[in-house]
C-alpha cells in the first residue's frame, strides 16, 4: 500500500511537467502572445484596452526596440523554449508565479484571493448535491419502480441533459431582474455595498448572491450522483449478505441502513476526491455565467487578455488540485473499504 | 491405439517463467517458473496423457507447444526445444516467427477445456470453421463449403448447424464444435485440454468416443490433458504425470495405471473413485495437504513435504527422471522401496 | 437438438434454411431496443430530425427557391449566385429576394418568386430591413418566430442551422475519440505486458489535464475552424473509452477462441479487429450516446465562452453569450438552450434505451 501511494506521488512528477510543458510551448508558439499584447496596451496609452481577440495586432506606433528587448528579456522570450521553461519552473519550485501585467500583482496573490470564493460556491453546491442525492438515491433504490422512482427518474434525465451552467444562465433570465422577475442579483460574490451592511443584512446579502450558483453547481453532479447512490445500493441488496441479515429477523430499516447502506456508499465517498476537478471545471462557466470574481473567470479574462502568466499559475494551481484530489480519492477508498489493498 | 515408434513432437528441458511485478515502479519483483524442465515425446499416431492438479503447468505446456503463451502474454519467458518432425526435418517452434510459424499451424490443433468460451459469439458455426481453411487451405468457396459440411458430419452435427451461432447449442455440441474446427485443417497433432472436464458426466463419454475414433480414422497423435487419471488411461497409450511443473512419472497407461511408482502418482490414483472395492488402486494413500504455491516452491524434491516416504536428502536435491523399466520413467531415487519406506513410517 | 451423434445425413449438403432465422447478438439487441419505445421514439424523432436538416438550404433560407424573371427560371437556393443586376434591383451583391417578391407582386408583370417557408438565413443580418424597426436584438414576432440577435440575424434560423451543426460536430467528436480511444486500449488491452504498463502511465497523465482549461487555451490562440476543433476536443476525450476498451480486450483475449485463432495462425490484427472487436463493442456503442451529450455541451460551452466555432457559424453557445449580455434579450437565452435541452434529451433517451438493450445486466442505467 505504502509503495502503491509513493508511486501515485511520483507520478505526480511526470503529469505535472507534461501538463505544464504542452502548455508553455502552446503560449509560446502562437501569435498574439504577451508581448504583442503589452505593445498594444501601450499604444493604447495604458489603458485596458479591448482584447485583441486573435493574431493579426498592428504595431503602427513605433516602440522603441530597446523597450522590445526588454520586455522580451523579461519573459524569456530571448532565450531558446527549453531554457526559458526551465527558468519559468525554477522559479515555480521557488514559489515565484510571476506577476500578472493586466493586474500588476504577483500571480500567487490573484489566486490566493480568489480561490477561497471559487471553493465557497462550488462546495458548498457539490454538499448540497450530496444532501439531496443520497436520499434521493436510498428512496429510489427502496421504492424501486414505484411511481416515485418513475417521477424522480423524470428529473434525473432532465438533470442530465442541461449543464449546470445552461441552468444558471437560464434561471439568470428568469429571476435576475430582466424581463421576467426580479428575485435575485445578477451575479457577483457579494454587493458592491457589502462594506456598509450590518451582520444581518451580510448574511441575508450573501445567501441571495449564493443560491443561484450554488444550485447550478449541484445540478452538474444531481443526475450521475443519485443514479450511483441508487445502484449501487441496489447492487448491494441482491447479495448474498443481505438475505442473511433478514434471515437472522433484523428489522428492514436496519439491513437497509446499516448493512447494506454502508457498502452502498463507498464508490460515493470516493468521488469526493473528484470533486475538486469538478469544481474548478465548471467554474470556468458558472462563474462566467454569474460574473463571480473567482479562479475560473480571472482563467477566462487572462486568456481573452493573453495574462500567460496567470494563465500558467492557473493551469500550475488547476492541474496540483485534480492530482491531490485523486490521491484524496484512493485515501477515501482504504479507509471506507476494507477490502481494498493498493499494490 | 495404434501407435507408431516414429517420434512427431520431441519436447526437451521446456521451462515457462512467469514475472511478478511490484514495489514503487512496478519493476519485477519475482518469477515464477510454472513449468520447469518438462521433456517428452509424443509419437505419431499416439496418445499421450498429461495429469497432474490444477496449478501443475499442464495447461500452461500445452499452450507452450502451441506458441500462444509469447502472444496471450508476452511478459512470459519460454525456454527449451519444441521439435516437430516435419517432413524428415525437426523444426524447433520454440522462438520461431510468427510468420515461420504459419505454415506449420495446421499440423498442431488444440481443443480447449471450456466449451462457452473456446467459440467466438458473434461468429456462425460456418464462420468459425471455416476460417482456418481461409488462412491454410486455400482452394475455392465450393471447396471449404464442401469440407466444412464434411467435418460437420464426422462430429455427428446436422449440416443446418452450420448457419447456426454458438449460444443455440448445448455444451457437448459446442465440444463438437470445437473438435471439427481443430480438425478441420487435418492436423498431425491435437492438443486437447481437458476437453471433457467442463461437460456433464452424462456426455462426456460419446465426446471421448468421438474422439478416438476420429482419431483412429485420421491417423493423429493426441496430447491428452487432464486433472486425473479416469478418462487419461482409458484414451492415452502412455502417461506423464505431472507435479509443480515437472514430470514426476512417465509410462505406458497400463504401467501407469496397473503399477504406479512414484508415490505422487500412487496418490493421484487413490483418488480415483471407482466401482470396484477390490480394486488394487486403493493400496494408494490420500495426499496431506495443498499442491504448494508455485511461487513458494518447496527446494530439493517439489514433492517432498507432501510425500509419505520423504528421505532427508529428497529437501536438498531434486530427482532426475531415471528409466526403472522399458519405458517407464520415475523421477523419484526411492519409488521402488515404497511399501517398505510407508510401512516404516507406520 | 438432443445430445446425440447424428446418423450421417445427405452428406455435404447445402444446409436447408429453416425458419425461424438465427439472430446474431446484435440483431437481438437491436430488436430489444426497437422495442423500448421511449428510446425508439426518441431516436426516430432525432434522426428525422437530423435528416430533414441537411434540407435547411432549401426550408430555412433567403434565397428563393425558383424565380420567374422576364420568362427565364432560376433557382438561386440551390444553384448558383445571382447578382442583384441580374433581377433588375439596384442593389450591390445578391439580389435580395424577400424585396423581389414584393417588386414583383407590385409591377405585375407576371414575374414570381418562390421564397422557402422560412425566407431567412443564419448568415443574414437584417439591420437594413425596414420590417425591422429599433436595434437589434429584436424580441421575437411573427415574422422572427424567435427575434434577432445583436448583429440583426434571425435567431430561429440560426437556432436550426445550429442544430446540424451541433449534431455533425458531436457525432464526429465522438467517432474521432472513440477512434483514438479504442486503438489506444485495444493495443494496450491486447499486447498487454511492458506496452501495457507504460501506456497506462502515459494514459494516466493525459487524464490528469483540466480538458476544458487547455482546450480555452488553445481556443483562444488559435480560433480553430470546426475539423481543428473537433480534433482538439477528441484529443482529450478519448480517456474513457480506452479504458473500457482496454478491460473489453483484456478480457476477451484470455478466452479460449482469441488462444485458438492466434493457434490457428491468425495474425495480430486479424485476431484484434475480426476475433475481439465484435465482442469488446458493448461499452463503446453504450456509451456513446453519453459521450455525445459531453461532445454537444462542450461544443456549446466552448461556444458561449468565445472560445469555439469562428463567427459567422450558427452557434447555439454564442447566443447565449449574447443574452446574458444583455439581460432583457431572454430569447436570445431560453430559445437555445431550450434546443440544446431537447437535443439532449432525446439523446439521453437513445443512450438509455441502447444500454439497456446491450446491457440488461449492470445497474447503471438512469432510471
Given at each position: 500500500?505504502?509503495?502503491?501511494?509513493?508511486?501515485?506521488?511520483?507520478?505526480?512528477?511526470?503529469?505535472?511537467?507534461?501538463?505544464?510543458?504542452?502548455?508553455?510551448?502552446?503560449?509560446?508558439?502562437?501569435?498574439?502572445?504577451?508581448?504583442?499584447?503589452?505593445?498594444?496596451?501601450?499604444?493604447?496609452?495604458?489603458?485596458?484596452?479591448?482584447?485583441?481577440?486573435?493574431?493579426?495586432?498592428?504595431?503602427?506606433?513605433?516602440?522603441?526596440?530597446?523597450?522590445?528587448?526588454?520586455?522580451?528579456?523579461?519573459?524569456?522570450?530571448?532565450?531558446?523554449?527549453?531554457?526559458?521553461?526551465?527558468?519559468?519552473?525554477?522559479?515555480?519550485?521557488?514559489?515565484?508565479?510571476?506577476?500578472?501585467?493586466?493586474?500588476?500583482?504577483?500571480?500567487?496573490?490573484?489566486?490566493?484571493?480568489?480561490?477561497?470564493?471559487?471553493?465557497?460556491?462550488?462546495?458548498?453546491?457539490?454538499?448540497?448535491?450530496?444532501?439531496?442525492?443520497?436520499?434521493?438515491?436510498?428512496?429510489?433504490?427502496?421504492?424501486?419502480?414505484?411511481?416515485?422512482?418513475?417521477?424522480?427518474?423524470?428529473?434525473?434525465?432532465?438533470?442530465?441533459?442541461?449543464?449546470?451552467?445552461?441552468?444558471?444562465?437560464?434561471?439568470?433570465?428568469?429571476?435576475?431582474?430582466?424581463?421576467?422577475?426580479?428575485?435575485?442579483?445578477?451575479?457577483?460574490?457579494?454587493?458592491?455595498?457589502?462594506?456598509?451592511?450590518?451582520?444581518?443584512?451580510?448574511?441575508?446579502?450573501?445567501?441571495?448572491?449564493?443560491?443561484?450558483?450554488?444550485?447550478?453547481?449541484?445540478?452538474?453532479?444531481?443526475?450521475?450522483?443519485?443514479?450511483?447512490?441508487?445502484?449501487?445500493?441496489?447492487?448491494?441488496?441482491?447479495?448474498?449478505?443481505?438475505?442473511?441479515?433478514?434471515?437472522?429477523?433484523?428489522?428492514?430499516?436496519?439491513?437497509?441502513?446499516?448493512?447494506?447502506?454502508?457498502?452502498?456508499?463507498?464508490?460515493?465517498?470516493?468521488?469526493?476526491?473528484?470533486?475538486?476537478?469538478?469544481?474548478?471545471?465548471?467554474?470556468?462557466?458558472?462563474?462566467?455565467?454569474?460574473?463571480?470574481?473567482?479562479?475560473?473567470?480571472?482563467?477566462?479574462?487572462?486568456?481573452?487578455?493573453?495574462?500567460?502568466?496567470?494563465?500558467?499559475?492557473?493551469?500550475?494551481?488547476?492541474?496540483?488540485?485534480?492530482?491531490?484530489?485523486?490521491?484524496?480519492?484512493?485515501?477515501?477508498?482504504?479507509?471506507?473499504?476494507?477490502?481494498?489493498?493498493?499494490? | 491405439?495404434?501407435?507408431?515408434?516414429?517420434?512427431?513432437?520431441?519436447?526437451?528441458?521446456?521451462?515457462?517463467?512467469?514475472?511478478?511485478?511490484?514495489?514503487?515502479?512496478?519493476?519485477?519483483?519475482?518469477?515464477?517458473?510454472?513449468?520447469?524442465?518438462?521433456?517428452?515425446?509424443?509419437?505419431?499416431?499416439?496418445?499421450?496423457?498429461?495429469?497432474?492438479?490444477?496449478?501443475?503447468?499442464?495447461?500452461?505446456?500445452?499452450?507452450?507447444?502451441?506458441?500462444?503463451?509469447?502472444?496471450?502474454?508476452?511478459?512470459?519467458?519460454?525456454?527449451?526445444?519444441?521439435?516437430?518432425?516435419?517432413?524428415?526435418?525437426?523444426?524447433?517452434?520454440?522462438?520461431?516467427?510468427?510468420?515461420?510459424?504459419?505454415?506449420?499451424?495446421?499440423?498442431?490443433?488444440?481443443?480447449?477445456?471450456?466449451?462457452?468460451?473456446?467459440?467466438?459469439?458473434?461468429?456462425?458455426?460456418?464462420?468459425?470453421?471455416?476460417?482456418?481453411?481461409?488462412?491454410?487451405?486455400?482452394?475455392?468457396?465450393?471447396?471449404?463449403?464442401?469440407?466444412?459440411?464434411?467435418?460437420?458430419?464426422?462430429?455427428?452435427?446436422?449440416?443446418?448447424?452450420?448457419?447456426?451461432?454458438?449460444?443455440?447449442?448445448?455444451?457437448g455440441?459446442?465440444?463438437?464444435?470445437?473438435?471439427?474446427?481443430?480438425?478441420?485443417?487435418?492436423?498431425?497433432?491435437?492438443?486437447?485440454?481437458?476437453p471433457v472436464?467442463?461437460l456433464d458426466v452424462s456426455v462426456r463419454a460419446q465426446v471421448v468416443n468421438l474422439m478416438m475414433e476420429?482419431?483412429?480414422?485420421?491417423?493423429?497423435?493426441?496430447?491428452?490433458?487432464?486433472?486425473?487419471?479416469s478418462v487419461?488411461?482409458h484414451v492415452?497409450?502412455?502417461?506423464?504425470?505431472?507435479?509443480?511443473?515437472?514430470?514426476?512419472?512417465?509410462?505406458?497407461?497400463?504401467?501407469?495405471?496397473?503399477?504406479?511408482?512414484?508415490?505422487?502418482?500412487?496418490?493421484?490414483?487413490?483418488?480415483?473413485?471407482?466401482?470396484?472395492?477390490?480394486?488394487?488402486?486403493?493400496?494408494?494413500?490420500?495426499?496431506?495437504?495443498?499442491?504448494?504455491?508455485?511461487?513458494?516452491?518447496?527446494?530439493?524434491?517439489?514433492?517432498?513435504?507432501?510425500?509419505?516416504?520423504?528421505?532427508?536428502?529428497?529437501?536438498?536435491?531434486?530427482?532426475?527422471?531415471?528409466?526403472?523399466?522399458?519405458?517407464?520413467?520415475?523421477?523419484?531415487?526411492?519409488?521402488?522401496?515404497?511399501?517398505?519406506?510407508?510401512?516404516?513410517?507406520? | 437438438?438432443?445430445e446425440t451423434a447424428?446418423?450421417?445425413?445427405?452428406?455435404?449438403?447445402?444446409?436447408?434454411?429453416?425458419?425461424?432465422?438465427?439472430?446474431?447478438?446484435?440483431?437481438?439487441?437491436?430488436?430489444?431496443?426497437?422495442?423500448?419505445?421511449?428510446?425508439?421514439?426518441?431516436?426516430?424523432?432525432?434522426?428525422?430530425?437530423?435528416?430533414?436538416?441537411?434540407?435547411?438550404?432549401?426550408?430555412?433560407?433567403?434565397?428563393?427557391?425558383?424565380?420567374?424573371?422576364?420568362?427565364?427560371?432560376?433557382?438561386?437556393?440551390?444553384?448558383?449566385?445571382?447578382?442583384?443586376?441580374?433581377?433588375?434591383?439596384?442593389?450591390?451583391?445578391?439580389?435580395?429576394?424577400?424585396?423581389?417578391?414584393?417588386?414583383?407582386?407590385?409591377?405585375?408583370?407576371?414575374?414570381?418568386?418562390?421564397?422557402?417557408?422560412?425566407?431567412?438565413?443564419?448568415?443574414?443580418?437584417?439591420?437594413?430591413?425596414?420590417?425591422?424597426?429599433?436595434?437589434?436584438?429584436?424580441?421575437?414576432?411573427?415574422?422572427?418566430?424567435?427575434?434577432?440577435?445583436?448583429?440583426?440575424?434571425?435567431?430561429?434560423?440560426?437556432?436550426?442551422?445550429?442544430?446540424?451543426?451541433?449534431?455533425?460536430?458531436?457525432?464526429?467528436?465522438?467517432?474521432?475519440?472513440?477512434?483514438?480511444?479504442?486503438?489506444?486500449?485495444?493495443?494496450?488491452?491486447?499486447?498487454?505486458?511492458?506496452?501495457?504498463?507504460?501506456?497506462?502511465?502515459?494514459?494516466?497523465?493525459?487524464?490528469?489535464?483540466?480538458?476544458?482549461?487547455?482546450?480555452?487555451?488553445?481556443?483562444?490562440?488559435?480560433?480553430?475552424?470546426?475539423?481543428?476543433?473537433?480534433?482538439?476536443?477528441?484529443?482529450?476525450?478519448?480517456?474513457?473509452?480506452?479504458?473500457?476498451?482496454?478491460?473489453?480486450?483484456?478480457?476477451?483475449?484470455?478466452?479460449?477462441?482469441?488462444?485458438?485463432?492466434?493457434?490457428?495462425?491468425?495474425?495480430?490484427?486479424?485476431?484484434?479487429?475480426?476475433?475481439?472487436?465484435?465482442?469488446?463493442?458493448?461499452?463503446?456503442?453504450?456509451?456513446?450516446?453519453?459521450?455525445?451529450?459531453?461532445?454537444?455541451?462542450?461544443?456549446?460551452?466552448?461556444?458561449?465562452?468565445?472560445?469555439?466555432?469562428?463567427?459567422?457559424?450558427?452557434?447555439?453557445?454564442?447566443?447565449?453569450?449574447?443574452?446574458?449580455?444583455?439581460?432583457?434579450?431572454?430569447?436570445?437565452?431560453?430559445?437555445?438552450?431550450?434546443?440544446?435541452?431537447?437535443?439532449?434529451?432525446?439523446?439521453?433517451?437513445?443512450?438509455?434505451?441502447?444500454?439497456?438493450?446491450?446491457?440488461?445486466?449492470?445497474?447503471?442505467?438512469?432510471?
Open positions: 500500500m505504502a509503495a502503491y501511494f509513493a508511486r501515485r506521488l511520483l507520478l505526480m512528477i511526470p503529469t505535472f511537467l507534461g501538463v505544464t510543458v504542452i502548455v508553455f510551448a502552446i503560449t509560446r508558439f502562437v501569435p498574439g502572445g504577451p508581448i504583442e499584447q503589452i505593445i498594444v496596451r501601450m499604444q493604447m496609452g495604458g489603458g485596458r484596452g479591448e482584447s485583441a481577440g486573435g493574431a493579426g495586432v498592428e504595431t503602427s506606433v513605433a516602440i522603441p526596440e530597446a523597450v522590445k528587448e526588454e520586455l522580451k528579456k523579461h519573459f524569456h522570450f530571448d532565450k531558446p523554449i527549453w531554457r526559458a521553461y526551465l527558468l519559468w519552473l525554477g522559479d515555480l519550485l521557488s514559489l515565484n508565479l510571476g506577476k500578472s501585467y493586466t493586474y500588476g500583482l504577483p500571480v500567487l496573490e490573484l489566486i490566493a484571493e480568489r480561490f477561497p470564493v471559487s471553493i465557497y460556491f462550488g462546495l458548498i453546491g457539490y454538499l448540497l448535491a450530496y444532501l439531496v442525492c443520497i436520499p434521493l438515491g436510498i428512496a429510489k433504490a427502496i421504492k424501486h419502480g414505484s411511481a416515485f422512482d418513475f417521477a424522480s427518474s423524470a428529473l434525473v434525465f432532465i438533470g442530465y441533459s442541461i449543464p449546470g451552467w445552461a441552468l444558471g444562465a437560464v434561471l439568470l433570465v428568469l429571476f435576475g431582474g430582466g424581463s421576467f422577475w426580479n428575485v435575485f442579483p445578477l451575479g457577483g460574490f457579494r454587493s458592491a455595498s457589502w462594506e456598509q451592511l450590518n451582520l444581518f443584512e451580510k448574511v441575508i446579502d450573501q445567501l441571495h448572491h449564493t443560491i443561484l450558483p450554488v444550485f447550478c453547481y449541484a445540478l452538474g453532479g444531481f443526475a450521475t450522483l443519485t443514479i450511483l447512490t441508487k445502484n449501487s445500493l441496489m447492487e448491494n441488496l441482491g447479495q448474498d449478505y443481505i438475505r442473511t441479515a433478514f434471515a437472522k429477523g433484523l428489522s428492514e430499516r436496519r439491513v437497509i441502513f446499516v448493512h447494506a447502506l454502508r457498502n452502498s456508499l463507498i464508490p460515493i465517498c470516493t468521488g469526493l476526491g473528484h470533486a475538486i476537478g469538478l469544481i474548478m471545471a465548471g467554474s470556468y462557466l458558472i462563474e462566467k455565467v454569474f460574473n463571480i470574481d473567482g479562479i475560473g473567470y480571472l482563467g477566462f479574462t487572462s486568456i481573452n487578455e493573453r495574462d500567460f502568466t496567470v494563465v500558467m499559475g492557473i493551469l500550475v494551481f488547476n492541474t496540483l488540485l485534480i492530482l491531490l484530489g485523486n490521491i484524496l480519492s484512493d485515501v477515501l477508498y482504504v479507509l471506507t473499504d476494507p477490502r481494498i489493498r493498493f499494490q | 491405439m495404434s501407435a507408431s515408434s516414429k517420434p512427431l513432437l520431441t519436447v526437451r528441458g521446456l521451462k515457462v517463467t512467469f514475472p511478478i511485478y511490484g514495489g514503487v515502479l512496478r519493476h519485477k519483483i519475482a518469477e515464477v517458473r510454472a513449468v520447469d524442465g518438462v521433456s517428452f515425446e509424443i509419437r505419431e499416431r499416439e496418445t499421450l496423457g498429461l495429469v497432474g492438479e490444477s496449478g501443475s503447468g499442464k495447461t500452461t505446456i500445452g499452450r507452450a507447444l502451441l506458441n500462444l503463451l509469447r502472444y496471450l502474454s508476452p511478459e512470459v519467458q519460454v525456454e527449451g526445444e519444441v521439435l516437430l518432425h516435419h517432413d524428415g526435418r525437426a523444426i524447433d517452434l520454440n522462438g520461431l516467427s510468427r510468420r515461420a510459424l504459419k505454415p506449420l499451424r495446421p499440423e498442431m490443433q488444440m481443443i480447449f477445456q471450456d466449451p462457452y468460451s473456446s467459440l467466438n459469439p458473434r461468429m456462425t458455426v460456418r464462420e468459425i470453421i471455416e476460417r482456418p481453411l481461409r488462412l491454410h487451405a486455400g482452394g475455392g468457396r465450393g471447396e471449404r463449403e464442401k469440407r466444412v459440411f464434411e467435418i460437420l458430419e464426422r462430429v455427428g452435427l446436422q449440416p443446418d448447424a452450420a448457419v447456426r451461432f454458438p449460444h443455440e447449442f448445448s455444451g455440441q459446442r465440444q463438437r464444435i470445437g473438435i471439427a474446427r481443430a480438425l478441420v485443417t487435418r492436423p498431425r497433432l491435437i492438443i486437447a485440454d481437458e472436464s467442463a476420429l482419431q483412429k480414422d485420421f491417423g493423429l497423435a493426441c496430447l491428452f490433458i487432464a486433472h486425473d487419471l487419461v488411461h492415452s497409450d502412455r502417461i506423464a504425470v505431472l507435479y509443480l511443473g515437472t514430470v514426476v512419472e512417465i509410462g505406458t497407461a497400463i504401467q501407469i495405471y496397473n503399477e504406479p511408482r512414484h508415490p505422487y502418482t500412487r496418490a493421484l490414483l487413490a483418488a480415483v473413485p471407482s466401482a470396484d472395492p477390490k480394486s488394487p488402486r486403493l493400496r494408494g494413500f490420500p495426499l496431506r495437504g495443498e499442491i504448494p504455491s508455485p511461487l513458494k516452491k518447496p527446494s530439493g524434491c517439489v514433492f517432498h513435504p507432501r510425500c509419505p516416504i520423504a528421505q532427508p536428502a529428497c529437501s536438498k536435491e531434486a530427482p532426475a527422471l531415471v528409466e526403472i523399466e522399458a519405458g517407464r520413467q520415475v523421477a523419484c531415487p526411492y519409488a521402488l522401496e515404497f511399501e517398505k519406506l510407508s510401512a516404516r513410517r507406520d | 437438438m438432443a447424428h446418423p450421417s445425413t445427405a452428406s455435404a449438403a447445402p444446409p436447408l434454411r429453416r425458419a425461424p432465422k438465427p439472430l446474431s447478438l446484435l440483431r437481438r439487441r437491436w430488436r430489444k431496443f426497437r422495442a423500448l419505445k421511449r428510446g425508439w421514439y426518441s431516436f426516430l424523432i432525432l434522426t428525422g430530425a437530423y435528416a430533414l436538416s441537411f434540407f435547411l438550404p432549401v426550408l430555412v433560407n433567403s434565397r428563393a427557391l425558383i424565380v420567374k424573371c422576364d420568362g427565364r427560371y432560376y433557382f438561386p437556393a440551390v444553384g448558383k449566385f445571382h447578382e442583384a443586376k441580374a433581377f433588375g434591383q439596384r442593389l450591390v451583391g445578391e439580389a435580395d429576394y424577400r424585396k423581389l417578391k414584393r417588386q414583383f407582386e407590385e409591377e405585375g408583370r407576371g414575374n414570381w418568386v418562390i421564397l422557402p417557408p422560412y425566407p431567412y438565413h443564419p448568415h443574414e443580418s437584417l439591420l437594413t430591413d425596414p420590417e425591422l424597426p429599433g436595434n437589434p436584438p429584436h424580441p421575437p414576432s411573427r415574422r422572427h418566430w424567435m427575434g434577432t440577435d445583436d448583429r440583426g440575424r434571425d435567431v430561429f434560423a440560426r437556432l436550426l442551422y445550429g442544430f446540424q451543426i451541433s449534431i455533425t460536430f458531436g457525432i464526429a467528436v465522438v467517432g474521432l475519440s472513440y477512434l483514438i480511444g479504442m486503438a489506444i486500449g485495444a493495443c494496450l488491452g491486447y499486447f498487454g505486458g511492458r506496452i501495457d504498463l507504460y501506456g497506462q502511465r502515459l494514459v494516466e497523465i493525459w487524464s490528469n489535464l483540466p480538458f476544458l482549461y487547455i482546450i480555452m487555451i488553445i481556443g483562444s490562440l488559435m480560433k480553430p475552424d470546426m475539423s481543428i476543433l473537433i480534433a482538439i476536443l477528441a484529443i482529450f476525450s478519448w480517456i474513457s473509452i480506452s479504458f473500457y476498451m482496454r478491460g473489453e480486450f483484456y478480457r476477451e483475449k484470455s478466452k479460449d477462441y482469441a488462444a485458438a485463432a492466434i493457434s490457428q495462425g491468425e495474425s495480430n490484427l486479424s485476431v484484434m479487429f475480426r476475433h475481439l472487436l465484435p465482442n469488446g463493442l458493448t461499452p463503446v456503442i453504450s456509451f456513446a450516446p453519453f459521450s455525445l451529450v459531453g461532445a454537444i455541451s462542450s461544443l456549446v460551452a466552448l461556444d458561449f465562452l468565445g472560445f469555439g466555432l469562428r463567427p459567422p457559424t450558427p452557434s447555439w453557445g454564442e447566443l447565449v453569450n449574447q443574452g446574458l449580455q444583455n439581460i432583457f434579450k431572454w430569447h436570445l437565452v431560453v430559445f437555445p438552450l431550450g434546443a440544446m435541452f431537447a437535443t439532449l434529451l432525446l439523446v439521453v433517451f437513445i443512450g438509455e434505451a441502447i444500454r439497456e438493450a446491450f446491457d440488461p445486466k449492470s445497474h447503471s442505467r438512469l432510471r
